[in-house]
């Protein structure tokens, strides 16, 4: 029998051992997979949440408070200067605009209304509304109509409002699609997102003057609408160039234009709203920052999320060192119980090794046949590991997340009172055994055997035969 079959065979010696062996095991080696993976999900979000809003600054209106309409804009003159400081890598002007759908419900949908006087609606939070609905573009929007229906339900078109005095219900005119014109139309933070992926069709061009529009997919299905299909916005025909996904509800409710095309249709040529201003880097973003504020001076508000997303990420970097630490912990465990196991084993027995010696068996053969028997005990367990840990990685990683400080809105508030798209979404972290866990897992099982083998290498290659057959 070759030394790998006999190890193997000798592993399954004594069965309720084994199983013991390799059920202890794999909850060391799956608590080390839960921690390697919280590591990797938490680093990986912390990473994406700084480079996605660490370099960058947004400028809008003067003075513009947390549910104020101040009615104010900025043109692209006043910006023009921007795109030239040091530093400075693109700038992405947007304004905004918004059309009453043609599905309106019927005034009996929307409940009872006080008869007492028109209701007062305002958002949940103290300030009046005006004219915007569920979660849509900041900043002051012109009405319009337009021949699309809205993609949600009443419920999601009236959320966030109430009304007084009571008892009332917010009234149809927020049943509310929200345009924004843009020379970057894919940027996501135009319509409140972090992400924006093209599904069908083609991107438009900011500079474009043509009536072209992006949808969202819900817009899309609500509407019948594929790309070439056209639809009516402000009394202009525009075309569906593209059809796109988002990951928020205001995206799947706005409609995308080029900055030319909405400044047309609104009829208020060269007016900016907000700008979102790339710096070459992180490093940049305080000259770059300080250089915009003094080029505008009072005639604009800038803000950057920078200094919000370190504080935001701090928490996490805390649960990377608890997985960090933990993971080393786990490890360690792994190395010492599979090392305990392995002594027991050679002094069980010891007898045998002597006879082995003493027939003339060499002793790497004898050496490898409890390595594979090491082996074979720290692969079952790395399977019982990675079964826990599938199991085990998402609920772990939440908690501890929940439990670091980190909120899943981390209060960052820049233009328009709003946090950040990226901050918002912090605690919404996916944990999943991926292929680079299931490397370093196998790399991890590796060194545990190694170690735990040489042990007893060390063991078997002190043994003599002339002293275990004296014994005998």
Known sequence: MSVAGRGLRN???????????????GLA?????????????????AATAL???????????????????????????????????????????SFNGAV???????????????????????????SEAGGHGSGGSAGPVKQGATS??????????????????????????????????????TAPANIGASTLKIVSGHAISGPSSAY??????????????????TFTAYGKTLTVAAIFESDSQQGNDTVITSLPVLDRLEGDPGLIFSAVVTASSLGELPKVTSEIERVLGPRASVVSYLADARRAVSALDGVKSIALDSLVGAVAA?????????????????????????????????????????????????VAGFVIGVIAASPVTSSLVSH???????????????????????????????????????????????????TSAWMISRVRPAEVLRSV
């Open 11 to 25: 592993a399954f010696r004594n069965v309720t051992r084994a199983i013991s062996v390799v059920l202890i095991l």
């Open 51 to 93: 480079s996605s809003v660490g370099n960058t600054v947004m400028i809008g209106p003067p003075g513009y408070a947390a549910g104020g309409q101040l009615g104010t804009f900025l043109t692209s003159a006043e910006l023009a200067p921007i795109a030239s400081l040091h530093g400075v890598m693109s700038v992405d002007e």
């Open 148 to 185: 699309l229906k809205y993609p949600g339900s009443l419920a999601l078109a009236t959320q966030g409002l109430a009304c007084e005095p009571k008892p009332c219900t917010p009234p149809i005119s927020f049943f509310t699609i929200y345009v924004t014109g843009s020379n970057q139309p």
């Open 212 to 229: 072209d529009a992006m949808i969202s997919t819900a817009m899309a299905r609500k509407n019948g609408l594929k790309v070439g299909s």
């Open 100 to 126: 009453k759908a043609s599905n309106l419900p019927p005034s009996s949908a929307m409940g009872t209304v006080s008869t007492h006087g028109a209701p007062t609606v305002r958002t949940i939070g103290g």
């Open 334 to 382: 792994a190395v010492v119980i599979l090392f305990l196991v392995m002594v027991m084993i050679v002094r069980e027995r010891k007898r045998e090794i002597g006879i082995l010696k003493a027939i003339g068996t060499p002793n790497g053969r004898i050496m490898a046949q409890f390595a594979t028997e090491a082996v074979t005990f720290t692969l079952l367990g790395l």
């Open 404 to 454: 670091s400080g980190v909120s899943a809105d981390t209060g960052a508030r820049g233009l328009f009172g709003a946090g950040s798209p990226v901050l918002t979404g912090l605690t919404d972290i996916s944990a999943h055994v991926a292929l680079p866990v299931i490397l370093e897992g196998l790399a991890a099982a590796v060194i545990v055997a190694v170690l735990a083998s040489a």
């Open 29 to 45: 080696i799956g608590l080390a997979v839960v921690m390697l993976i919280t590591h990797r999900a938490v680093g990986a979000k």
